[in-house]
């Protein structure tokens, strides 16, 4: 989810970035049970009862039902959806691509602790999918990753659109066709607040841009298109398409910026494997 509201940057506290660690723990619990789950025949509004059942159980609470009015605890963008794709009735078809965004929060010390983070999956398995739909996904969750790894050395939020755009521009040249980089929605600051300041964008841009400091807690989320990154948006107001059919991939973490490097609170290792290409070892609370 992407609507942003200004004001100042929010840096945490040790002790508090380790609230976040438990949010995002239960969202990472989200992920596993919908990756078992989303099989063919499943219908997205029954996983979103998959993620709700994970919520509860894990006494955290869901910060995407009644966001804005959200009906739902998760979004399930299939194929051509972009974000923001409502659970309904739609029942799973071998091969669809479907991105998974999920949240929930904890309350400790008084305050409300975010958690956010998103994935795409191939209902079947890889081998039920098309060789692009694969390098999609691979090419999203590969930005992510190369944006992360940038927030350990990077001096602003700006290095993490231009790592975006480098992995996308290397990837094009490989297989011959670019992806296309949405734009209208972006990554965040989270932490008392879901969604918070400042802006992450997945896309390099001129001018100052705010700096990395530590106790930052930002939400990197590459949004990539196979063909054309114009969207629009359906008369309810929260699924977004392509303009052009083409498929849609998402991947999310939310990252803490720590005096001794980055933290990679949404996955289960700190974000180890991700990181280990860029030669970087993550900050393990």
């Given at each position: ?5 200004r004001?100042?940057i ?17 969202v ?11 099989k ?25 039902l ?11 963008s299939v ?7 409502i659970?309904n ?15 929930a ?33 691979a090419i ?6 190369a ?16 790592a975006?755009?480098?992995?996308v521009?290397r ?7 670019e992806?296309?980089?949405v ?5 965040h600051?989270?932490?008392?607040k ?7 964008l997945?896309?390099s841009?001129r001018g ?32 977004v ?9 998402h991947?999310?973490?939310?990252v803490?910026i720590?005096p ?15 990181l280990?290409?860029?030669?970087l070892?993550?900050v393990?609370?």
């Amino acid at each position: 989810m992407g609507r942003l509201r200004r004001n100042q940057i929010e840096l945490k506290t040790i002790d508090q970035v380790r609230h976040m660690r438990r949010a995002d723990m239960v969202v990472a619990s989200i992920h596993q049970a919908l990756r078992a789950a989303a099989k063919p025949g499943v219908t997205t509004a029954q996983l979103d009862e998959v993620s709700a059942r994970v919520i509860e159980k894990a006494g955290a609470k869901s910060n995407f039902l009644g966001y804005y009015g959200y009906p739902a605890t998760v979004c399930i963008s299939v194929n051509d959806t972009v974000v923001h794709g409502i659970p309904n009735d739609y029942a799973l078809r071998e091969g669809d691509l479907v991105s998974f965004d999920c949240g929930a929060y904890i309350e400790a010390d008084g305050k409300q602790w975010h958690g956010d983070a998103a994935f795409t999956t191939i209902v079947g398995g890889d081998s039920a999918g098309s060789e692009e739909d694969r390098m999609l996904s691979a090419i999203t969750e590969e930005a992510m990753w190369a944006a992360i790894a940038a927030t350990a050395t990077g001096s602003t939020v700006g290095c993490v659109g231009d790592a975006v755009e480098e992995v996308v521009a290397r990837r094009a040249v490989e297989n011959g066709w670019e992806a296309g980089i949405v734009e209208e929605f972006i990554g965040h600051g989270i932490g008392t607040k879901m969604h918070m300041p400042p802006d992450v964008l997945n896309y390099s841009v001129r001018g100052r841009s705010p700096k990395l400091q530590p106790g930052m807690v930002i939400c990197i989320e590459p949004i990539l298109t196979r063909g054309s990154a114009r969207t629009r948006t359906l008369s309810d107001d929260w699924t977004v398409k392509t303009v052009d059919g083409s498929k849609a991939a998402h991947w999310e973490h939310s990252v803490a910026i720590l005096p001794e490097g980055v933290c990679v609170l949404s996955a289960p290792d700190y974000g180890a494997k991700g990181l280990a290409p860029y030669g970087l070892i993550p900050v393990r609370l």
